[in-house]
């Protein structure tokens, strides 16, 4: 029973992983909010996108209120998830990078009125434990763009989201992208 049991176990972190993996470029490209499981290929990009549900546990999806989709607005931000719940810190973790190497790690938002209250909120982003921004929302129809680089010191990063008491952390999007590691030097 117990070794059916850890079978199992295994089995579904493989699929965790297979499905949370970067794709043959290094790349990981994920927008917050769609429905689990599916991805699609953005036509002016042609970057996959995936879903964002291997990457996180927290959290609930939410489409952006209608007036704001707009067929000029990257898909991207159609949709995001947010996070009532879960206490304080929310986390987004990347999986199968190569420890010691450099990442641009960037972060989408757009509030778009997804929760219907037109509260737009502020919070904090960490990278691991370390602070890294505050998101300060100050239009529902502005598109926020955080980059940051990165050595990351193991085979994974986690992307956090901390409640500050000044309204719901959500984001649309995550990306990440493996740099050479003679860039940046001063990382
Ligand atoms: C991509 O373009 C096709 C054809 O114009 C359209 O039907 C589809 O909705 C577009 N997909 C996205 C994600 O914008
Ligand atoms: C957020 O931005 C607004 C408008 O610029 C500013 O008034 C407010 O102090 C900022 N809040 C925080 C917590 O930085």
């Known amino acids: 029973m117990e070794r059916w049991l850890l079978l199992l176990l295994l089995f579904a972190v493989g699929l965790l992983q297979a499905r949370a993996q970067p794709d043959s470029k290094g790349f990981i490209s994920i927008d917050c909010g769609i429905p689990p499981k599916t991805r699609y290929v953005d036509n002016d990009t042609k970057i996959s996108y995936a879903a964002d549900d291997g990457f996180t546990d927290g959290g609930s999806n939410h489409n952006v209120s209608p007036e704001y989709i707009d067929p000029l607005l990257s898909p991207r931000y159609y949709n995001v998830r947010a996070f009532p719940d879960g206490g304080r810190r929310n986390c987004y973790t ?50 926020e763009v955080k980059e940051a680089i990165v050595m990351v010191p193991d085979d994974f990063v986690q992307v956090c989201l901390i409640n500050t008491g000044s309204g719901m952390p959500f984001i649309s999007g995550l990306d990440l992208r493996p740099l050479e590691n003679r860039l940046y030097p001063q990382i």
């Not at 972060?107 to 502020?122: C, I, Q, W």
């Open 94 to 143: 990347l999986r199968s990078l190569v420890a010691g190497s450099k990442y641009l790690i960037r972060a989408t938002f757009m509030y778009g009125n997804y929760d219907g209250l037109s509260k737009l909120p502020v919070f904090g982003l960490y990278i691991g434990v370390n602070f890294w921004t505050t998101v300060n929302i100050t239009s529902p129809i502005e598109t």
